[in-house]
């Protein structure tokens, strides 16, 4: 059966019809009918992109979404994000996402503090997102082994030990994986209107159980 890939990251931006005509062909060896850009861009990026592919004879294989400038984020940042999202959605973007692990992590407000995923300056934006009945395609953390004491006991210790830039253990600088869970199941809990797409299955792959609990709680999450 064909199939359509949601979480699709280009090796180079769609802007050429070589680019295109690259990934296209290896979906087309792969029976992909559909290709998602998780890669999200806004503004001018997006309608090149947008613009090659009409003109590509991949036009009907590609869905593009648009990206949020989640950064420096403070007072009156919300409004000026949803007046670009509604812009992007316009221009021809069908969703937003994929929204990186940077939010919640390492984004900070213009005051110097963390971003929290349900800081309320941002609610415009998903409320936005909700009117314009598009989905919000987010990746909150990475693995929980990567905030863990990098042990015997972590299953990740030799891939921590070769990629140390992903580790999170460092407190003063980064939340712990509870916390950002819990910051992203209020972000979600508050927003019932809003279509929202949990990437890697939420990091909960080893607890399925936790992942059908907020299944169960939460209709409006895939």
Do not use: C
């Not at 508050?190 to 299955?201: G, S």
């Amino acid at each position: 059966f064909p199939a359509v890939d949601f979480h699709f990251h280009p090796p180079a931006p769609l802007t050429s019809n070589e680019a295109i005509e690259r990934v296209g062909t290896a979906m087309d060896s792969l029976n992909l009918r559909v290709m998602i850009n998780a890669s999200g861009s806004s503004g001018e990026r997006l309608a090149q992109q947008i613009a090659a592919v009409k003109a590509s004879r991949y036009k009907d294989r590609f869905v593009m979404f648009t990206t949020l400038a989640l950064r420096d984020v403070g007072p009156g940042s919300g409004a000026r994000i949803a007046v670009q999202l509604e812009a992007d959605i316009k221009a021809g973007a069908a969703g937003i996402g994929e929204i990186g692990k940077g939010f919640g992590l390492s984004a900070r407000k213009t005051d110097g503090s963390r971003l929290q995923l349900d800081d309320p300056e941002l609610d415009v934006v998903w409320e936005t997102a909700a009117r314009l009945k598009i989905p919000v395609f987010i990746h909150v953390a990475d693995p929980a082994e990567f905030f863990q004491p990098i042990d015997f006991q972590n299953e990740r210790w030799l891939e921590l030990a070769l990629y140390p830039d992903r580790r999170y253990t460092d407190r003063s600088r980064f939340p712990t994986f509870e916390e950002l869970m819990a910051e992203r199941n209020r972000l979600l809990a508050r927003h019932p209107k809003t279509i929202w797409v949990l990437a890697h299955l939420g990091w909960h792959a080893q607890d399925l159980a936790r992942l059908g609990r907020m299944f169960d709680s939460l209709p409006n999450l895939y």
